[in-house]
Nanobody, 120 residues
Framework: QVQLVESGGGFLQAGGSLRLSCAAS????????MGWYRQAPGRQRQLVAT???????NYADSTDGRFTISRDNAKNTVYLQMNSLKPEDTAVYYC??????????????WGEGTLVTVSS
């Protein structure tokens, strides 16, 4: 069984920075894409950023150069450095791992989320 565990969320004032981490555990052979999504109250879950095993990245326009995604393949861990945070960044941030290869085959997984609250 594969689990994704996020950490690093919290409460902070606008303009501050946070670093989210997400570690995947289990009998993992490889992970293709890892990423971060967020869901604000009353809104649908939206892409924030993704990164492939080859470290190609993709960002939502809303990140506007303020966020950086990275990963450590040896640790099956993905990070999201968030700078110049705005109140509109307030959301639950979810980690995602796509095409996770285990002995059972390929599956996608989600973490349970970590709350980021940015006050004005």
């Amino acid at each position: 069984q594969v689990q994704l565990v996020e950490s690093g969320g919290g409460f902070l004032q606008a303009g501050g920075s946070l670093r989210l981490s997400c570690a995947a555990s289990g009998h993992i052979l490889s992970i293709h894409d890892m990423g971060w999504y967020r869901q604000a109250p009353g809104r649908q879950r939206q892409l924030v950023a993704t990164i492939t095993s080859g470290r190609s990245t993709n960002y939502a326009d809303s990140t506007d150069g303020r966020f950086t995604i990275s990963r450590d393949n040896a640790k099956n861990t993905v990070y999201l450095q968030m700078n110049s945070l705005k109140p509109e960044d307030t959301a639950v941030y979810y980690c995602n791992a796509e095409h996770v290869l285990t002995r059972m085959g390929l599956m996608d997984y989600w973490g349970e989320g970590t709350l980021v609250t940015v006050s004005s």
